[in-house]
Structure formats: structure tokens, C-alpha cells
């Protein structure tokens, strides 16, 4: 079984690795995913675990995903909002596989995956 | 919500709003006496008596964007279909106590589902707050203590890191493999 004491080799392994997650700078995307209630019983947590999951995959550096509380469309949960290049998109009714297209398409290769946005729900 | 691992979250949010520093989770099972209890305590700003009377009814909130609440409701009622019991004391800028206890072979009650999963996620996404996550079923135990984790990573090494959260996702499955052995 793991100990936390391999925490600590894990410390001076990544000591000396240079990390260029902090000096992301301007070209960040920040990813929201709603996780009241409402977002947590529609199946907001598959959608959050498959987006980390792609990010983790392709080494995003330039991504931060976060959680946050009630968007204030229950009906439309789970959503998740991304904000890029100057601009916010919604995506609405997300699930784990529409999550990892977006990751794709739209954060990846900056398609955003119009059929999943707001304004064609 | 069909998992109780999903209401843990759902409440621990709630901690998170308060402004909780620090907030422990507690699962324990005793199969033996076929009771599980959950409890979640935060110190975060609490509530005065007025609003803890109100709290379990669907119709209060804190939320500005809408007058429904649901978060507690449905945490009481998973326990109360399930032949448990729910509570919830608080003292205004004291802090928090909600917990809830299941008969574990009653048909109603919920499964534990991903409760490793959400301890990650509350772990890794909540930066301000530090948690204490314990399971405990006979003498099995196990706990999670952000404030050992941190101590050992040092200062720079975010718990978001995905080497790091990668290590904990592994060691909380192997513990909650170890001590519940999927009979939740």
C-alpha cells in the first residue's frame, strides 16, 4: 500500500523540474464547472473528473479548471463555462464524453463545439 | 443525488461557502450493528438559531439566484428513508456539525458511490481550507489530513498538481479499498 512518505520523494522530484504551469500568462484558458446541488445531481462530477482527466492526458499547462457554485440555470446543469481568448462560452447539459470533445475542439484546437453551447439549447 | 459520496460533497460545499478553514469528514461503518454514520464539521461562520431551525426546509437558501435549497433536504432524507437519523448543530462564528447515520441493509438507502473520488476533488479544488478526511470500519482506519500533506510537499507544490493528484487519488482508493472493501 502507498505511504505518504513516497510524498516525499515525489516533493524532490518535482523540485527539480522547472514548472512553466505558474508563468502561464495571458493565453489561459480558465475552465468552470457549477458544483452546487443542482450541478452535483445532474452530473457535474463525471463531467469535472473527465475534464482534469484531459488535461492531466495531453499536459495542459496552460488550463485552469475550477469549480465553482450555483451558475443560476438548474435546468441546464451540468454546465461548464470557458473562458478563452476574451470571450466566456457556456456549454450546458455537459457530460463526461461532450467534456473531453470540448477539451479537444475547443481548448486544444480553439473550435468551440457550437452545438453544445447555450444559445442552441 | 444518488450517491451519498454526492451529498458529502453537496454539504462540504456549504463548509467551503462559510469561509471553513479547516473541515472533517467522518464515514464510518459498523456492519455488525449494521449502522454507517456520516459527519461533516466545519469551523466555518455557522448560523444563528433562527436559521438552523429553517435550514432543512427546501425553501431556504443562502444563494442569491434562486429561493430553493436543496442541498441539506435531500442529505436528511437520504438518511431518514434509510431507517437513520439526521442532525445538525451550529453556533454562529463557531462553525458547523451536520451528521447523518443509515441502517446499512435497508433497502432505501444509498450507495456510497464515489466517495474516494469526491475526497480527491474537495482535496485537490479547495485550496483555502484544509480537510481531514476519516473511514473507519471495525478496527480498519484510515484518515487524510491536508495540513501532513502540505507539511511534506512544502511551500510550491500546489495539492493540484497532477503528479500530486495522481499519488492521492491512488493512496485514498487503496485505503477505502482496504478498510470498506466495496461493501458500501
Same mark, same amino acid.
Given at each position: 500500500m502507498k505511504s505518504l512518505e513516497e510524498l516525499r520523494a515525489l516533493r524532490e522530484k518535482m523540485k527539480s523540474q522547472t514548472d512553466n504551469r505558474s508563468v502561464a500568462g495571458a493565453d489561459e484558458t480558465v475552465i468552470k464547472v457549477g458544483m452546487a446541488t443542482c450541478g452535483i445531481a445532474a452530473g457535474a462530477r463525471p463531467v469535472l473528473d473527465a475534464l482534469l482527466d484531459e488535461a492531466d492526458k495531453r499536459q495542459l499547462h496552460n488550463v485552469s479548471i475550477s469549480q465553482t457554485g450555483c451558475i443560476g440555470m438548474c435546468r441546464l446543469e451540468p454546465i461548464v463555462e470557458v473562458f478563452k481568448d476574451g470571450q466566456k462560452f457556456t456549454y450546458v447539459h455537459m457530460t463526461a464524453d461532450k467534456a473531453r470533445k470540448v477539451m479537444n475542439?475547443? #481548448? #486544444?484546437?480553439?473550435?468551440?463545439?457550437?452545438?453544445?453551447l447555450i444559445g442552441e439549447n | 443525488m444518488r450517491e451519498l459520496a454526492l451529498n458529502i460533497l453537496d454539504i462540504t460545499e456549504n463548509s467551503i461557502s462559510a469561509g471553513a478553514t479547516l473541515i472533517e469528514i467522518g464515514v464510518s461503518a459498523d456492519f455488525e450493528k449494521d449502522v454507517l454514520r456520516i459527519c461533516i464539521v466545519d469551523n466555518g461562520c455557522g448560523m444563528d438559531e433562527e436559521m438552523l431551525a429553517r435550514? +432543512?426546509? %427546501?425553501? +431556504? *437558501? +443562502?444563494? +442569491? *439566484?434562486?429561493? @430553493?435549497?436543496m442541498g441539506l433536504p435531500l442529505f436528511k432524507f437520504s438518511a431518514e428513508s434509510a431507517g437513520g437519523e439526521f442532525s445538525i448543530r451550529s453556533e454562529k462564528g463557531k462553525g458547523t456539525e451536520v451528521c447523518a447515520s443509515y441502517q446499512?441493509?435497508? @433497502?432505501?438507502r444509498m450507495p456510497l458511490g464515489d466517495f474516494g473520488g469526491v475526497a480527491l476533488q474537495l482535496v485537490t479544488m479547495n485550496p483555502q481550507a484544509d480537510f481531514r478526511i476519516t473511514a473507519e470500519s471495525g478496527d480498519r482506519r484510515g484518515a487524510l489530513d491536508t495540513r501532513e500533506v502540505r507539511e511534506i510537499l512544502g511551500?510550491?507544490? %500546489?495539492?493540484?498538481?497532477p503528479e500530486v493528484r495522481m499519488f492521492l487519488k491512488e493512496y485514498i482508493q487503496e485505503n477505502l479499498v482496504d478498510i470498506f472493501g466495496g461493501r458500501l
Amino acid at each position: 500500500m502507498k505511504s505518504l512518505e513516497e510524498l516525499r520523494a515525489l516533493r524532490e522530484k518535482m523540485k527539480s523540474q522547472t514548472d512553466n504551469r505558474s508563468v502561464a500568462g495571458a493565453d489561459e484558458t480558465v475552465i468552470k464547472v457549477g458544483m452546487a446541488t443542482c450541478g452535483i445531481a445532474a452530473g457535474a462530477r463525471p463531467v469535472l473528473d473527465a475534464l482534469l482527466d484531459e488535461a492531466d492526458k495531453r499536459q495542459l499547462h496552460n488550463v485552469s479548471i475550477s469549480q465553482t457554485g450555483c451558475i443560476g440555470m438548474c435546468r441546464l446543469e451540468p454546465i461548464v463555462e470557458v473562458f478563452k481568448d476574451g470571450q466566456k462560452f457556456t456549454y450546458v447539459h455537459m457530460t463526461a464524453d461532450k467534456a473531453r470533445k470540448v477539451m479537444n475542439d475547443h #481548448v #486544444v484546437n480553439g473550435n468551440p463545439c457550437a452545438e453544445y453551447l447555450i444559445g442552441e439549447n | 443525488m444518488r450517491e451519498l459520496a454526492l451529498n458529502i460533497l453537496d454539504i462540504t460545499e456549504n463548509s467551503i461557502s462559510a469561509g471553513a478553514t479547516l473541515i472533517e469528514i467522518g464515514v464510518s461503518a459498523d456492519f455488525e450493528k449494521d449502522v454507517l454514520r456520516i459527519c461533516i464539521v466545519d469551523n466555518g461562520c455557522g448560523m444563528d438559531e433562527e436559521m438552523l431551525a429553517r435550514v +432543512t426546509d %427546501p425553501f +431556504t *437558501t +443562502t444563494r +442569491t *439566484t434562486r429561493k @430553493v435549497g436543496m442541498g441539506l433536504p435531500l442529505f436528511k432524507f437520504s438518511a431518514e428513508s434509510a431507517g437513520g437519523e439526521f442532525s445538525i448543530r451550529s453556533e454562529k462564528g463557531k462553525g458547523t456539525e451536520v451528521c447523518a447515520s443509515y441502517q446499512i441493509s435497508h @433497502v432505501d438507502r444509498m450507495p456510497l458511490g464515489d466517495f474516494g473520488g469526491v475526497a480527491l476533488q474537495l482535496v485537490t479544488m479547495n485550496p483555502q481550507a484544509d480537510f481531514r478526511i476519516t473511514a473507519e470500519s471495525g478496527d480498519r482506519r484510515g484518515a487524510l489530513d491536508t495540513r501532513e500533506v502540505r507539511e511534506i510537499l512544502g511551500e510550491g507544490v %500546489p495539492l493540484s498538481s497532477p503528479e500530486v493528484r495522481m499519488f492521492l487519488k491512488e493512496y485514498i482508493q487503496e485505503n477505502l479499498v482496504d478498510i470498506f472493501g466495496g461493501r458500501l
